[in-house]
């Protein structure tokens, strides 16, 4: 079946250390996005890709980085400048369409040891 | 700016009872609407969708959404829910002045009482 996985499920990170979130989809999609969810808050976008080899910030970027080298595949890194890393982390994939309604995984709870 | 607004964060309903969850969004030019749902620890599943056409959508699990325009609302509807309808609700809208990104309401948390 196609769908969109990410891993792990559970992350914990020290402080000062960088981490990576995986993200792999198997939909042909062209576009993929980078959510965080906090309680209460909804989904706030930290970048998207709609084409490979180029990306866009969304709202809160800062202390983040992604790649897209592969149209399957939008790993996203937690750096040790994103003072608040603890949330859980949503990854989505779209068609190319712009009407079409994204698709997400299954989340990567990252917390601060 | 777009916007969303779910009106409550949480809507207490017992069980086999109708539910309405309500979502207005603020966009003066043609919009797509979205509903999704999320149990714990779980990504987001879509629910429905309306694209155009017939303002009253149908979506999985026996809910429905109607779309009002002159209200710029989309709520979302069961007649009768289960306990397994427990989750998180979330009301999403894109239109080309988003360049088509997804704006998201703060959700809507449904807790079914026995």
């Known amino acids: 079946d196609g769908g969109i996985t990410q891993s792990p499920k559970y992350l914990f990170r020290k402080e000062g250390q960088n981490v990576t979130l995986s993200c792999e989809q198997n939909?042909?999609?062209?576009?993929m996005y980078w959510y965080r969810q906090d309680p209460g808050q909804g989904l706030r976008l930290i970048y998207y890709s709609q084409i490979v080899n180029d990306f866009q910030k969304g709202d809160i970027a800062e202390g983040y980085s992604v790649s897209r080298e592969k149209k399957e595949s939008f790993p996203l890194t937690v750096t040790s400048a994103q003072k608040n890393p603890t949330a859980f982390y949503l990854c989505?994939?779209?068609?190319?369409?712009?009407?079409?309604?994204?698709?997400f995984g299954d989340g990567t709870r990252l917390s601060i040891l | 700016a777009q916007s969303v607004t779910q009106l409550d964060s949480q809507v207490p309903v017992f069980e086999e009872a109708p539910v309405e969850l309500r979502c207005n969004y603020s966009s003066s030019v043609s919009v797509y609407l979205f509903w999704y749902v999320q149990y714990p620890n779980q990504g987001l599943q879509l629910l429905l969708k309306?694209?155009?056409?017939s303002t009253l959508v149908k979506g999985i699990n026996g809910f429905e959404a109607e779309f009002n325009k002159s209200q710029t609302s989309f709520h979302l509807r069961k007649p009768s829910v289960h306990i397994s309808d427990t989750a998180e609700y979330f009301c999403?809208?894109?239109?080309?002045?988003?360049?088509?990104?997804?704006?998201w309401g703060a959700g809507t948390k449904l807790i079914i009482k026995p």
């Open positions: 989505a994939s779209r068609d190319g369409y712009s009407n079409q309604p994204q698709h």
């Open positions: 939909l042909n999609h062209d576009a």
């Open positions: 309306y694209l155009s056409g």
């Open positions: 999403a809208v894109s239109d080309w002045r988003s360049n088509y990104q997804l704006i």
